[in-house]
């Protein structure tokens, strides 16, 4: 038996503002410290919120960030998914995450592979998923809009991670790209239906973190664009079942102590 404790922070970004969001870091790792949690898990664009034309905050592989968020997790003792932010290789930009262990080292990175809406003009898909192996189990991240496609969680199966986690900034107006009637609250059902099917596809727990409240979001052009969370950050069991789940699109904190050994219950056998 295996289980750890995992901290999941429905987060209201400051936009472009990468130090206040440090400082935010520090005091809820700091807040929530006596839970002693294993995994500390922040959504997508946490660190600056979406960058739109504003690139020119992009982290590059030498960027300070990177050791300032080590530092955190080794200061907490706590394994850290910061959420996503813009990187910097070569001459292109990727929507990137990565996994820092609680001794403060980087394992790795995983760059979004399905780009969403403006995303497209500025940055390049990622072209494989990833697999890191932690003392707390095997973990694949993915970001956002990779959620939808079945293509990832395919190619999941042979890696067979314990969990599954989803950094998201989905929020109300994504539907108003669609140009057909759908219900109303069809981003709600979605993400928790893709989440749950995520969870038995790979019976490994599936985690979706969300950002919360609303941002508005300043381009270059002057341009203000407004996004509203659906918030409906959860965690789901291998089995499908939700485990705990936010009511709201409030900024909240989701804790749950999840026992890994009730992972892979049946043979992959398709």
Not at 242 to 264: G, M, P, Q, R, T
Request: proline share 3%; glycine share 4%; aromatic share 12%.
């Amino acid at each position: 038996m295996k289980k750890i404790k995992v901290l999941v922070i429905q987060y209201k970004v400051i936009c472009l503002n990468i130090e206040a969001n440090l400082r935010k870091f520090k005091r809820i790792l700091k807040k929530y410290s006596y839970l002693k949690p294993d995994l500390v898990i922040f959504p997508e664009y946490a660190l600056m919120g979406p960058l739109y034309s504003n690139c020119q905050l992009s982290f590059k592989k030498d960027n300070l960030i990177f050791r300032e968020l080590s530092l955190l997790a080794e200061k907490f003792n706590v394994n850290l998914i910061p959420g996503s932010f813009i990187r910097t290789i070569g001459d292109k930009r990727y929507n990137s995450t990565c996994f820092i262990n609680s001794k403060g080292q980087t394992l790795d990175f995983y760059n979004k592979e399905c780009l969403w809406s403006s995303e497209k003009r500025y940055l390049e898909k990622g072209s494989k998923v990833k697999l890191f192996k932690t003392k707390i189990g095997r973990i694949a991240i993915q970001i956002c809009a990779d959620l939808h496609s079945s293509k990832i969680s395919n190619e999941y199966r042979n890696l067979k991670p314990d969990l599954i986690v989803n950094l998201a900034m989905w929020a109300e107006e994504d539907v108003k790209v669609c140009n057909k009637i759908v219900p109303k609250n069809i981003e709600l059902v979605q993400t928790e239906y893709l989440t749950r099917a995520r969870a038995i596809e790979n019976r490994a727990y599936a985690i979706f973190c969300n950002f919360a409240d609303k941002l508005k979001i300043k381009a270059k052009t002057g341009r203000v664009y407004q996004e509203t969370s659906i918030g409906n950050s959860m965690i789901v069991s291998p089995y499908g079942e939700i485990v705990a789940k936010v009511d709201n699109n409030k900024e909240k904190a989701l804790f749950a102590e999840i026992d890994i050994s009730k992972c892979h219950w049946s043979k992959y056998n398709y």
